[in-house]
């Protein structure tokens, strides 16, 4: 999330001499060594012939969801997640607009057709026809909300106007979305849990197994906010989605921060089945900066 952090921040404050003098070599050098490959603490990063990123080990949590326990890891992503190649795909595209300001034609070039190769592999690769929606990891067809970030970084790698996008952003509507976040898992797959309790191994194993996470309510926001905007079809539908969203934000959150868990916040994670208790954390940031960047409709 760095360069898309970067690429805000030049957005927001038009401030590219900041950008030139003190970051981008630094990016050139982050996509240099993913390009080379990167295995400190058995990371095991590496740009695939295919153009995408293939991260971890069995034993190696890359990914957000990195919790182990007694080393052993509780929800293995390893190989080429979603996220991490959404990720991939819009630092490459940052760095296409960032080396066109510095008038580096020969990175741009470069930059521009590594992106390109990423986006044809990832939508070759990545549509899980059966379940409508985007393998959370290649070849794992578990339904996880990573896949929003296919579409909710500043270059999305999907085409907001694509049947795959439509069907994905659907899919993970009906069956992670809820009122305190979006769930980590889909109810009937494998393992799926919805109540965060017991003993540390049991509440470890449960984390990401289908625990409600609110951060997870941003990037479900900035897709709605996408088809709002730039669909050719459904504009009207969508808009009015987005408004019920942020209206049940609003009332859920304004709720919750006068009434349950710690009065002033909002917590980690909550139970994926009613009544929806507060869980993890009594006070996390990112639920806290979600929630109020959708009220607040930044």
Known sequence: MLFEAVYKYARYTGDYKFIEKNIYEKLVLIINNYCKGI??????????????????????????????????????????????????????????????????????????RMANK???????KFYNKSKKCLYDVLEDGKVRPNQLFALSL?????????????????????????????????????????????????????????????W??????????????????GKKKYNEQLEEFIQSVTETFSKEINERGCIGSIAEIYDSKRPFEPKGAVAQAWSVAEVFRIITRS
């Not at 990423?118 to 070759?124: A, I, L, V, Y």
């Not at 999305?156 to 694509?162: A, H, K, M, T, Y």
């Open 39 to 112: 295995d400190l603490d058995d990371n095991n990063i590496f740009l695939d012939i295919d153009g995408l990123l293939s991260a971890g080990t069995e034993n190696t949590q890359n990914t957000w969801m990195d919790v182990k326990y007694d080393g052993i890891p509780a929800t293995p992503r390893n190989g080429k997640p979603v996220e991490i190649n959404a990720m991939w795909y819009n630092a490459l595209k940052v760095m296409v607009e960032l080396a066109e300001y510095q008038k580096d034609e020969s990175k741009k070039e470069k930059y521009e």
């Open 118 to 124: 990423c986006k044809k592999s990832f939508r070759e």
């Open 154 to 214: 500043s270059y999305p790698v999907l085409d907001v106007n694509s049947k795959e996008a439509k069907e994905m952003f659907e899919t993970v509507t009906k069956k992670l979305l809820n009122k305190y976040g979006l769930k980590t898992l889909a109810k009937g797959e494998e393992n799926y849990i919805d109540i965060y309790e017991g003993n540390g191994f049991k509440r470890d194993f449960s984390y990401h197994q289908g625990i409600t996470w609110t």
């Open 216 to 233: 997870l309510l941003g990037l479900y926001y900035n897709c709605l906010k996408r088809f709002a905007t730039e669909s050719r079809t």
